[in-house]
């Protein structure tokens, strides 16, 4: 016999209210950081040291630019999702768990725009 | 009435204070620690991207912080956690198509990860001090 209500079976969803999207999302992104993640070693180890304008012009470069954006998109999303199932492992109570899933998900969106919004600057602005 | 209390051995589910840490327990919570490390580290990159935005005189700055003794053990560090992370990752994938789960195979990904996160890093950083002939 089974103990689910007729509404749970036709969600088809647990506790958890959704369903495969989190860790797909999370495999997802991490084969990509993977690739990228690499690239930034690599652009970062060839430019440790250089002078700014060598920097400046490095960064502006449209693929490395390209590059650079699609890393900090990828590496926000997968942070904020492992983050959270960090904070749903230890933090039991409701409402600290509530607060710290919100603050996880504005450090990301900050980290992730502050970081897209100085490439792109350095690509079209000054 | 004599209280006879009789404590029978049972065995007891184990739990971590009792387990001798084993490689495969050691690196599930060192791939999680190096996972929130990233999250933090993720400010350095950040915090490097602007300076480069904002100007030669923040950039300027930013090297300063990065180039200073303490400023290179954090990045040291933080180049071993991305490393050791994203090794990790690779068995977690690995482990996610069903292979590589008997428990040789477990503990050899395992000792990879934490060998080959070092040997990385250690080659990572050499190799920048040949190229520039300095730390
Ligand atoms: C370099 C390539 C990377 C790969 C291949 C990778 C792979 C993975 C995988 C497969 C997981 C899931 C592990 C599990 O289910 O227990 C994971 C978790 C996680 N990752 Fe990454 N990752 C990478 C980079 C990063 C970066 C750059 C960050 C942070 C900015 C990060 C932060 C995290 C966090 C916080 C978790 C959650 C840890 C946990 O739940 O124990 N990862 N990573």
Redesign the interface.
Known sequence: MSMRTPLAKVRGLGSAKSGTEHFWLQRLTAVANLFLVSFLIWLLFTLAGADYDTVRRTLAKPYIAVLLVLLVLSAVTHMRLGMETIIEDYVHSEWLKVAALLLNTFFAILVGITCVFAVLKLSFGA | MAEVRHTIERPLSPHLGIYRPLINMVMSIVH?IT??A??VG??L??AW??A??MG?DA??TANAVFGHPLGKLVLVGY?WS??HH?LG??R??IW?TGRGLEIGAVNALCWTTILGSLALTVA?WL??IAA?GGL
């Open positions: 999680r996972g929130v990233n999250y993720a400010l990159i950040a991207l602007v480069v935005a030669p950039y300027a180049s991305v490393i994203m990752g690779i977690h994938l996610d990572l190799a920048g520039r």
